[in-house]
């Protein structure tokens, strides 16, 4: 029984993708501390005229295509509809609203927060027919189609919430995990700078290398895999000491205007680890205490994020909700 009456609204928030050491293996969901909803909001109801309908609101829709058919939510309701038909199920018309509050090319997850809002409030009006992981396979598909490349590095955070480590394809199973929860520095605070410009994650996807040495992917791996560990036993000074990337950071720099400088400044003015967010152009800094990150937020504000109406920094803590339904009566 769908709901067909009552509008079904979901939230689907900001992450950090990579975070440095885990290249399309890590991602981290945010929420800022001063209760902004940083995110996507998806609104749906049945359609009163026999059609479907989308709709954008928030402070990026005039950023997005023109065309609802280009829009990654519409995509989203017709791949959905695909698959609940292949089921034998019957769809039903709808009206979308998609409330757009995440800047496209960001590196904060843009476009997974439209999908996983998007796919999850489809699933709430039909009764959450699909499960977790089959949604979280979806999302990863669409999410591919403005990538170029299938990963779930901000998908996965963006709907369970935390931090995630990546297993898709770890098992070779069509029925696998395709992720796993890791345990979070919670007394962390993490601030995230956004400078009003875009970096397309296809653009800086191919800029990389084709090829890395045998010594940088041995200590990429070390690196990594010491920082799982870490989370593991709660070792913040191990964990945060190798937070440093080599895969992608070294060659994304040119596309980040002050970067350098800024973190250094962030560094020596006690900020635990400084990186890029996904692709860019958004940076992060983790910092041990709200001082700490009170400290980074005014350093990113002066060298970082220009005067642009459009460039914010917001001081965060781990979202471990992930994507939600909000009660908006």
Known sequence: MTNQTLTTSVFAP?????????????????????????????????????????????????????????????????????????????????SMI?????????????????????????????????????????????????SGSLHYDNVA??????????????????????????????????????????????????????????DDMILAAKRFASFVDASHRQDREQAFSVLKDIIAEPYRIPLLKGFEETKQSLLENGSLAVGISGSGPTLFAACKDLRSAEKAKQIFETLYCDESRQCFTHICKTDKQGSRTLNLT
């Open 157 to 214: 955070p963006c709907y369970f919430g935390g931090l995630q480590l990546m297993l898709d394809n770890a098992c070779g199973t069509d029925d696998h995990k395709v992720c796993q929860s890791l345990p979070t520095f919670d007394e962390c605070y993490w601030v995230v700078s956004y400078p009003d410009i875009s970096v397309s994650t296809k653009m800086a996807r191919e800029i990389l290398p084709e090829n890395y040495s045998r």
């Open 98 to 146: 998609l409330e757009k509050n995440v800047p496209i090319c960001s590196g904060l997850g843009s476009s997974a927060c439209s999908v996983v809002a998007g796919l999850h409030a489809l699933n709430a009006f039909y009764d959450n027919y699909f499960s977790e992981n089959d949604l979280l396979k979806l999302m990863g598909q669409l999410e591919a189609k403005i």
């Open 14 to 94: 900001i992450s950090i993708g990579n975070l440095s050491v885990g290249f399309d293996s890590l991602g981290l969901a945010l929420a800022p501390i001063d209760k902004t909803l940083l995110g996507d909001v998806i609104h749906i109801k049945s359609s009163d005229d026999g059609q479907n309908h989308l709709n954008c609101s928030g402070s990026y829709q005039h950023i997005l295509p023109p065309r609802k058919e280009e829009n990654i939510v519409w995509q989203c309701m017709l791949e959905y509809n695909k698959l609940f038909q292949v089921s034998g199920k019957i769809t039903k018309n709808i």
